[in-house]
C-alpha cells in the first residue's frame, strides 16, 4: 500500500494537486537532532527549474507536524508535511476519459472506480518523492547519529567488527541520459565543439567548489545537447542513477526474502519511472565467467580486490561498498501527440498532453534514490539492534 518498513516505516500521503504531500515516519529513536533546515540541501538537489526540468516551481518548505520537541526526535511518530501552491488543474481535466500513454490514468480509474484523482497524476505524481526524499533526510541521521559500536565479534576463524555504523555515506548521481555516458559527456564539455582542451585541470562535474583551473558542469549542462534535441522534438530522455554506499558493517540482510537486494529493490522500484535495477556487475555478469566475476577476498574484513557483487553476497552486506544502478524511463508527458483511447467518444484518437512537465526527471532523482536506500539501511539497522 503507502506504507514501507518493519521498525522505521514510513507512511506516504497526499496528491500532487491537493493541499499538499507529506509523510508519517514511525520507530524514529529519541534524541535524535531534527530541524527544518536540516532538510534544505536534499531537498534543493531535487527542486525543479535546470534545463530538462519541469517549470512547476514550489517552494519546498518543510513543516514538521509532529514527533520533535525542542530540536530532538521524541520517539513518537514523526510527520512532515509540504504545502502545494504552484497547480494547474485545469491542465489534467482530460485524462478521465482520454488516459494518457504511459501513466496510471487508465489503471487508477478501473481500480478505484473513476473515484481517484487524476490533477496532476495525483498519489503516483513524482512530486509524493518529496516526502520520501525528506524521509531520507530523517533515515541518514538514523545511520549516523545513534550509533551501535561494539568490540570485535568472534565467529569461528573469523574476527570482524560487524556491528559498526560510524561512516556510513550514501551518495548517488546521474551516470548517463539519453544513452549517453557521464564520460562522454563530461569529455564533450570540456574539450567543447571543436575538440579543443578548455583551460581545466582536475575535471570535475561537481558545481561550485571555488577551486580555481577546474571545470564545473551541472547535470544539464552535461546533457545539453541531447535535452535541447528533446526540447525540440517535443520528446523526452530518460536516465541511469548509480548508488554508492560506503561504511556499512558486514552481516545486514538475510537470505532470499530479506536480502539487501530484494529490500533495495522494493523502495527503489517504488520511486515512479523506475524502469530496472542492477547490483554490481549486474547484467554483465550474465557474459562473464566465474574467474571474471568472483571477487578475491584480500583482508580478515572481508575486503575484496573487486566489488563484482556490489558488495552483497547470499542476500548478506560483505564490507564492501554497496553499489548497484537505477534505470529511469523517459518521461511520459511529452509535446508530441501521441494515441490513445477516447472513452467517451468510443473510439482511438491523438492527444496532445498540456501542462508542466520534465524534459527528462531522471536528473532530479539522485536524492531520491538516496533516501529509499537511507530508508531500507536504517529500518535494517533498527531491526538489527
Not at 59 to 82: C, E, K, N
Not at 145 to 156: H, K, L
Not at 185 to 199: E, F, M, Q, V
Not at 347 to 359: A, Q
Request: charged content about 20%; hydrophobic content about 35%.
Amino acid at each position: 500500500m503507502n506504507t514501507f518498513g518493519r521498525n522505521f516505516r514510513i507512511s506516504l500521503f497526499g496528491e500532487s494537486h491537493g493541499d499538499g504531500v507529506g509523510v508519517v515516519i514511525d520507530g524514529v529513536p529519541a534524541g535524535i537532532c531534527i530541524d527544518e533546515q536540516d532538510f534544505g540541501e536534499d531537498i534543493s538537489r531535487r527542486r525543479s527549474g535546470a534545463k530538462g526540468t519541469t517549470p512547476r516551481r514550489e517552494d519546498d518548505i518543510p513543516r514538521i507536524l509532529s514527533g520533535v520537541l525542542g530540536g530532538h526526535s521524541t520517539g513518537a511518530p514523526l510527520a512532515i508535511f509540504f504545502r502545494n501552491r504552484d497547480t494547474r488543474s485545469s491542465d489534467y481535466s482530460l485524462f478521465k476519459e482520454i488516459p494518457r500513454p504511459g501513466h496510471a490514468d487508465f489503471v487508477a480509474g478501473v481500480k478505484w472506480n473513476d473515484f481517484n484523482d487524476p490533477r496532476g497524476g495525483g498519489h503516483f505524481s513524482g512530486r509524493l518523492t518529496l516526502p520520501v526524499t525528506a524521509a531520507g533526510t530523517v533515515a541518514r541521521k538514523v545511520l549516523t547519529e545513534n550509533n551501535v559500536y561494539a568490540q570485535s565479534v568472534n565467529a569461528g576463524s573469523h574476527a570482524v567488527d560487524s556491528i559498526r555504523w560510524d561512516g556510513v555515506d550514501v551518495v548517488a548521481s546521474v551516470i548517463a541520459i539519453g544513452g549517453v555516458s557521464r564520460q562522454d559527456a563530461l569529455s564533450r564539455a570540456i574539450h567543447g565543439a571543436d575538440s579543443s582542451p578548455r583551460n581545466c585541470s582536475g575535471p570535475d562535474e561537481n558545481i561550485g567548489s571555488g577551486e580555481p583551473g577546474q571545470c564545473h558542469f551541472s547535470d544539464s549542462e552535461l546533457w545539453r545537447p541531447e535535452l535541447d534535441a528533446a526540447i525540440a522534438e517535443g520528446d523526452s530522455l530518460g536516465g541511469i542513477v548509480e548508488c554508492t554506499v560506503t561504511g556499512l558493517p558486514v552481516g545486514l540482510g538475510e537470505p532470499f526474502f530479506d536480502s539487501v537486494e530484494s529490500m533495495v529493490s522494493h523502495a527503489v522500484f517504488s520511486i515512479p519511472g523506475v524502469r530496472g535495477i542492477e547490483f554490481g556487475d549486474g547484467f554483465r555478469a550474465s557474459a562473464m565467467k566465474g574467474s571474471e566475476h568472483n571477487d578475491p577476498i584480500v583482508s580478515p574484513d572481508g575486503k575484496c580486490s573487486r566489488n563484482g557483487a556490489g558488495g552483497i553476497n547470499g542476500g548478506i552486506t560483505n564490507g564492501n561498498p554497496l553499489v548497484f544502478r537505477v534505470a529511469f524511463k523517459p518521461t511520459s508527458s511529452i509535446g508530441r501527440q501521441q494515441r490513445t483511447y477516447d472513452f467517451t467518444g468510443g473510439k482511438e484518437t491523438g492527444l496532445e498532453i498540456p501542462g508542466r512537465h520534465d524534459v527528462c526527471f531522471a536528473l532530479r532523482t539522485p536524492p531520491v534514490v538516496e533516501a529509499m536506500t537511507s530508508i531500507v539501511l536504517a529500518d535494517m539497522k533498527l531491526t538489527r539492534f
